[in-house]
């Protein structure tokens, strides 16, 4: 059995989209479930570019967990860390879109967001063999708004330190997740203050830091070796081996953002797997490594749903090709 290269710890669960864009709550008639959670979208993103990885986190005793990890197995996810839980239900959150195609989280239908299955990750039960072969910790940060998945989340840095596998935070602040919104500055802070690896949106980064500038926050941070901020439509800037430089979005036809920013990771971290972490500090290989995360992150959004719309590398390949041939 090939050992994960990339492990992603946090939650999976059904994205219910609305079927109609453009209305609120009350007026959506109907949903449709796609799979998703940001960790498990990198997971199966990464697979499907060729880098082997892992998806660690905990899902209910129903139909949903056990058709998400059935998912997962099929693209080819290494599920060894996966946790079930006896009574609390696995996740399932309602997302409306707008006309545009961005989507605004709606709630969780009749449950509290602390009811769910993955906020119930046990530190004790997380896999230590595949943490000793890993290279990369993918988190997100919905697990620290409860106190199980933060204590799991806290094992797993630890684990990570213990074994040198670097570590990538995206940010992912989603208020809804958090039952006391007002302590999560602190805590996530706190966190990243641990990471090799920072992903996080230009309004996140004002939220955090007060800047979008990748480099000044690497300077706040102090131990974190890139910082990538993401813009959606208006691009992505980045600090990366101490290179700064800023990337326009691929201009396509989007039809729903969710999960482009999980694509964009996977496309980050697969180029790194596959260059070295040394060709960062090149600041050409840099460009061409964020060139092919936007390009990733973009072709996404082409298509419903965040883990059914991510692209083969062929894809990949081509849209680059096409783009440079554009350009030129």
């Known amino acids: 059995m090939v050992h994960p290269r990339v492990l992603c710890l946090g939650e999976v669960l059904f994205d219910c989209l609305a079927n109609q864009p453009g209305r609120s709550l009350e007026q959506v008639e109907s949903w449709t479930p796609y799979p998703g959670g940001a960790p498990a979208n990198v997971a199966c993103a990464l697979v499907k570019l060729g880098t082997s990885a892992g998806f660690v986190g905990c899902v209910g005793q129903d139909e949903p967990g056990a058709n998400l990890v059935q998912l997962l197995q099929t693209v080819g996810v290494d599920t060894k860390g996966v946790q079930r839980h006896p009574t609390a239900p696995t996740r399932q959150v309602y997302v409306l879109r707008s006309e545009t195609g961005d989507r605004i989280f709606s709630g969780f239908g009749d449950l509290d967001t602390a ?3 993955d906020t119930h990750l046990q530190a004790d039960q997380l896999p230590v063999d595949l943490f000793e072969s890993a290279d990369f910790l993918v988190l997100g940060t919905l697990e620290l708004a409860y106190p199980e998945s933060r204590a799991a989340t ?4 630890q684990l990570a330190e213990q074994h040198y596998v670097k570590t990538l935070v995206d940010v992912n602040w989603r208020p809804m997740f958090w039952p006391d919104p007002e302590i999560a500055p602190a805590i996530i802070q706190d966190l990243l203050k641990r990471v090799d690896f920072l992903k996080l949106a230009d309004e996140e980064a004002e939220w955090l830091f007060g800047t979008a500038d990748p480099g000044a926050i ?8 890139s910082v990538l901020v993401t813009a959606g439509a ?14 326009n979005a691929f201009d396509v036809e989007s039809e729903d953002t969710t999960g482009a920013g999980d694509s964009f990771v996977a496309g980050f ?6 260059n070295g972490l040394q060709s960062l500090s090149d600041p050409e290989t840099a460009k061409k490594v964020v060139t092919y995360a936007s390009a990733v992150g973009a072709l996404t959004t082409t298509r419903p749903g965040a883990i059914a719309a991510q692209p083969t590398p062929a894809e990949v390949e081509a849209f680059l090709y096409l783009n440079q041939q554009l350009s030129g």
């Open 115 to 117: 009811e769910f299955a």
């Open 154 to 157: 806290e094992r797993a840095l």
């Open 218 to 225: 690497a300077h706040r941070l102090g131990n974190t070796e």
């Open 234 to 247: 208006k691009g992505c800037a980045y600090y990366l081996g101490g290179h700064e430089g800023h990337l």
């Open 269 to 274: 971290l697969h180029q790194v797997a596959q």
